[in-house]
């Protein structure tokens, strides 16, 4: 199987989430996968796809839907994990490609999920982690959240925070000035 470096596959998950902890019997787990295709060649965001991901093992709480604005009515329209991981790797080809998220949590969720469901991990081992990426270029003391990075460029945020297809519309937006900055000065 063959790398693929045309394009980054940037992803932003929501999850299942509570004020506190999680209630008995219910755990975080994936309930929309965001996903922004950005160009190598031109740095630029191309696509943009959200996928909602019917939970097995939660329910979408008051709390988060007051976050992400998404409703237990919304996400049992949606379609099974695996069914989300297999479109990853046969529409994205995400264990091909390079993949990035903001932070770590969007890939630690992934692992843990599979892992929990016995799923193949959907992506290859390449992940770009904007959050960290971003403060190092930058040359900030510590990592800042999402807004606050398209705050710093000048971007204004696009759609509604916290919701997986506008994150990662949003993130590849922050990783395309990233490579322009950076190829800009090569």
Known sequence: MSK???????????????????PPK?????????????????G??????????????????EFCTKLTTLTQEQVDKG?????????????YLSDRRVWASYGEYDKNQ???????????YPFG????????????IHALPHEVGMAQALEFLNLPL???????GDDAWNIGRILS???WQRSAKL
């Open 4 to 22: 693929k470096l045309d394009r980054i596959i940037v992803v932003d998950v929501e999850a299942t989430c509570w004020q506190g902890k999680p």
């Open 26 to 42: 219910q755990e975080n787990e994936i309930i929309e996968i965001g996903i922004c295709v950005v160009d190598i060649a031109s």
């Open 125 to 136: 081992q390449r992940h770009i982690n904007v959050k960290t990426l971003f403060a190092i």
């Open 44 to 61: 630029k965001p191309i696509e943009k796809e959200s996928i909602l991901v019917k939970p097995e093992r939660s329910v979408v709480s």
């Open 110 to 120: 992934f692992e843990k999920q599979c892992q929990s469901r016995c799923l193949r």
């Open 158 to 164: 696009e759609g509604t925070h916290h919701r997986g």
């Open 79 to 91: 379609i099974s994990f695996a069914a989300a991981c297999t479109i990853l790797q046969e529409k």
């Open 177 to 179: 000035q990233l490579l």
